[in-house]
């Protein structure tokens, strides 16, 4: 019987290298160093778990939140123990608030344009992370959703936060949802963002065509150029907010998801968790959240150890209303859609769950990077013909390389994405929204396979055509 190589070279005398042993013990301080970083920062922000509230819920609008523990006991302290649903409202300014005289704002106690938390909310996220499944949903809802806030009539939803907080908020989403329970929220005002972004060491994106805008009543400029380049918290805050591109809010939520992945891809690491205490005490005070500090560093190791790769962005099922249609731009939710993505997404619960589509009944279109001749994309389109899928399409080529193949599923077509990865046998499954998977090539198909080097690789090892 052959025995094991031992795990550490031996020289010739039969004793552990010198060179081995330094390595170990330098690994071993590095770790010892980045973990003594990490609690020594912590105990340096809070040695309670006082949530970090900048406002002070009654106990009927705390009674809207999960108040069950999220994390486990003991030493298991920083581990997430069950599913949590976090709500993330971005502030916005109020227009009321900018057209007050000097010194009735200075009467008011804080600077509308960055550090309120009353006005109406600009963004609106529902995040899930899922331990059970090592999974992070993002649910982006349009700030033009429109709902009824009861003694309100109807309203747009970032009107909610205006009306009755956060807690009014949280309720009209989770009712929106078909009754989906929220356990903690986080609001975060204008400045806030910026400061985060930059806490965070800026963000590289691929900004899709140059956004110019000025409005004086909101002090809103921007001011970018198209192409892929690194922003800073102003810059990207300018991406964020800019609605001019003739497609409203959907094409801001878009905006949003891009910066949102290329912010996990870019800073869901272990060093994270080293700088946390430093990003935390940037932003502090420009948070209001019922989050503990505890709760945040658990939320943020589980990010860290999930990692970009199982995040997916989804946006609320729905419609833009049509000109003329109600006297302002509203988005139309669509319930039976809403419906569905609740149940697969976030659990919900219900009598008679909403049947998945057929494979059949499902457009599928496929986009090469690798400048495959056309004979393999044929026979790759026939071959997912003959497994049920009868509408596929192979339109323009990706206009760049990418390593990896991406089965991209909108809303509520995971399991679709996922029988055909099986059917490929490659790839990688994304479920996210139409123009968020790249800034600059819409994702207009329920389903879309964005070949990369690996389809080449697939072929080249099993000498098979498609």
């Known amino acids: 019987m052959t025995s094991k190589k031992p795990l550490v070279a031996e020289n010739d005398y039969g004793e552990t290298s010198n060179n081995a042993r330094w390595m170990w013990l330098w690994l071993g301080m590095g770790a010892i160093a980045l973990t003594s970083a990490t609690l020594g920062g912590l105990l340096a922000v809070s040695m309670t778990s006082t949530p970090l509230m900048q406002t002070k819920l009654t106990s009927k609008e705390s009674e809207v939140f999960e108040s069950d523990r999220l994390t486990g006991e003991g030493l ?100 929106l949802l078909g009754g989906v329970e929220i356990d903690r929220y986080i609001r975060i005002n204008v400045l806030g963002v910026n400061k985060l972004i930059d806490a965070l060491g800026g963000v590289t994106v691929d900004v899709p065509y140059d956004m110019k805008y000025r409005d004086d009543s909101q002090h809103l400029y921007i001011n970018l150029k ?22 409203g809010d959907i094409g801001r939520v878009e905006r949003q998801q891009i910066v949102m992945r290329a912010l996990a891809e870019q800073t869901l690491n272990p060093t994270l968790l080293a700088r946390f205490p430093r990003i935390l005490n940037v932003v502090r005070s420009h948070l209001d959240t019922n989050l503990t500090v505890e709760e945040i560093l658990t939320l943020v190791n589980f990010g860290v150890q999930t990692g970009n790769s199982n995040m997916e962005t989804l946006t609320l099922p729905g419609r833009a209303s049509a000109y ?30 909403p049947q998945t589509s057929g494979s059949a009944q499902l457009q599928v279109v496929i986009k090469d990077s690798t400048a495959s001749d056309s004979e393999s994309l044929q026979n790759l389109m026939r071959s997912l013909e003959v497994v049920g899928y009868s509408s596929v399409y192979i339109p323009e080529p990706w206009r760049e390389p990418l390593d990896k193949t991406y089965i991209v599923a909108q809303n509520g ?54």
Do not use: C
Not at 92 to 113: C, E, F, H, I, M
């Open 76 to 175: 298991k302290f920083s581990e997430l123990s069950r599913p949590v649903n976090i709500l993330v409202l971005g502030m916005s300014v109020l227009p009321t608030d900018v057209q007050d005289s000097k010194a009735k704002a200075k009467n008011r106690g804080y600077l509308p344009q960055v550090n309120s938390f009353s006005g109406l909310s600009d963004v609106m996220l529902l995040v899930r992370l899922n331990p059970e499944e090592k999974k992070i949903v993002i649910l982006s809802v349009p700030r033009d959703t429109r709902v009824s806030l009861e003694g309100h009539g109807v309203v747009k939803i970032n009107a909610a936060n205006v009306v009755g907080g956060p807690a009014l908020s949280a309720k009209t989403i989770s009712e």
């Open 413 to 466: 077509n995971r399991d679709n994405a996922e029988a055909i990865r099986a059917t490929l046998g490659f790839g990688e499954v994304r479920v996210q929204d139409e123009g968020s998977f790249d800034s600059n090539i819409t994702i207009d198909s329920p389903l879309t396979i964005v070949l990369g080097e690996d389809w080449l690789e697939k072929q080249n090892n099993t000498n098979l055509s498609y």
């Open 324 to 353: 003329h249609e109600y006297k302002t731009s509203y988005w139309i939710p669509n319930a039976q859609q809403i419906e569905k993505m609740a149940i697969d997404y976030f659990n919900l619960q219900v009598m008679n769950p």
């Open 226 to 247: 198209k192409g892929k380049q690194h922003l800073d918290g102003d810059k990207t805050l300018q991406m964020l907010r800019y609605r001019n591109d003739g497609r």
